[in-house]
Nanobody
Framework: QVQLVESGGGLVQPGGSLRLSCVAS????????MGWYRQAPGKQRELVAH???????IYADFVKGRFTISRDNAKTTVSLQMKSLNPEDTAGYYC???????????WGQGTQVTVSS
């Protein structure tokens, strides 16, 4: 089992930047994919970005080159650098991993990002 703790959310003005981090503990060696989802009020949770053990990254279309996902060499921390934030990016951001052997999902508790002037 993997435990996830996010940090780095907050209030930022439109056009600003934030960096989210997620630290994993527990069955670290079983992690295959780490990533971020987000959920705005009244909307479904959606993928923002993820990164595999091989470093392959996938981004949602709405990222449009504004966000960058990265992972440390120990594969215990995944970060999301967000730039050019706009009010539509306001949401709870959730760290997510898939673990072998059955690609079971684990979720963090979420961190709120609010983009407002």
């Amino acid at each position: 089992q993997v435990q996830l703790v996010e940090s780095g959310g907050g209030l930022v003005q439109p056009g600003g930047s934030l960096r989210l981090s997620c630290v994993a503990s527990g069955s670290i060696s079983s992690i295959a994919v780490m990533g971020w989802y987000r959920q705005a009020p009244g909307k479904q949770r959606e993928l923002v970005a993820h990164i595999t053990n091989d470093g392959l990254t996938i981004y949602a279309d709405f990222v449009k080159g504004r966000f960058t996902i990265s992972r440390d060499n120990a594969k215990t921390t995944v970060s999301l650098q967000m730039k050019s934030l706009n009010p539509e990016d306001t949401a709870g951001y959730y760290c997510h991993v898939r673990s072998r052997p059955d690609y079971s999902a684990s979720w963090g508790q979420g961190t709120q990002v609010t983009v407002s002037s």
